[in-house]
């Protein structure tokens, strides 16, 4: 007999701040967080979002423009998530 | 039927069989003058009663198990069902003779018994029926394996020794040896405490 059980994933409140290298606040800016390919979520600016706690790898939404941020992003608990990107790239 | 002759005068019958009690009555044979020369006489007797005492175990621990055990005789009308309890055996007031005892219990092979109840403690071996259940443990986003510790609970399972309590399965994967036909809790959780999966708590019934 074989039995698989899929396990639920943590659901938590994440309010992601998008900086710039300054540590000035994009404003506008919103995230979109990829877990695999089965789930994606995203984040608007400074507001909590509940999401799956997991690894998460980022795309940062800004004036037209996609940003890949470079390192995963795990978020493990309910907080805020600073995502600091060069603005040079917007 | 059996046919005595002797001189008239006062007797003491008696008759004996096996499984019966004993029979003694008086018997007064008249003189010829006051009746004819043959008497009948039926006898009627009591069957020997007992006490049929039971006991139920595992037979790989002789571990006392809770059973159902049917008591029937090819010889007389009888049939009873009783329960056997898990501190020990049960007993039953029966008469002495020769009794098909059927035994079934969750998670056991049933069995059928032929004994001779003479009073004694009979113990009755039976054998487990298992089932060997593989389980993955898989992250319901990505579907990778998560290592998780697994606890079991459920009737006889510490008790027969069939497994830990609680099993790691690093691995995400795990394969426990339980009873067949018994309904067990499962609860599962993450091994890692930064992990990001929920305790899961279930129940698994195993089938027949």
Partial sequence: MSLQVALSRIPVEATFIVVDGNGEMVKDAYVVLKLSQYYTTSAEPSKPAYVLAGRYSVQVVCKGSIILYPAPVDVRESGVYRIVINPSML | ?208
């Fill in chain 2, 1 to 208: 039927m059996a046919v005595l002759q002797a001189p008239w005068g006062s007797y003491t019958l008696q008759a004996t069989a096996s499984a019966y009690e004993n029979y003694t009555a008086p018997l007064t044979i008249p003189s010829p003058g006051e009746a004819s020369g043959t008497l009948e006489a039926n006898l009627t007797l009591e069957m020997h009663a007992t006490t049929l005492l039971m006991r139920v175990v595992d037979s790989e621990t002789g571990i006392p198990i809770p059973a159902k055990a049917t008591v029937t005789s090819s010889e007389i009308p009888y049939e009873a069902t009783v329960d056997t309890p898990p501190e020990g055996g049960t007993q039953l007031r029966i008469t002495s003779g020769r009794y098909v005892i059927h035994v079934v219990a969750p998670g056991f092979e049933p069995k059928n018994v032929t004994i001779d109840v003479t009073g004694n403690t009979y113990t009755i071996n039976i054998s487990r029926k298992l089932s060997r259940v593989t389980m993955s443990l898989v992250d319901s986003i990505t579907g990778a394996l998560v290592p998780v510790s697994i606890t079991v609970s459920g009737p006889l399972y510490q008790t027969l020794g069939l497994g830990n309590t609680t099993i790691l399965a690093a691995s995400g994967a795990a394969q426990l040896v339980l009873l067949q036909g018994i309904t067990y809790t499962i609860s599962i959780t993450p091994s890692n405490h930064t992990t990001t999966q929920e305790p899961s708590r279930s129940h698994l019934e195993t089938p027949q």
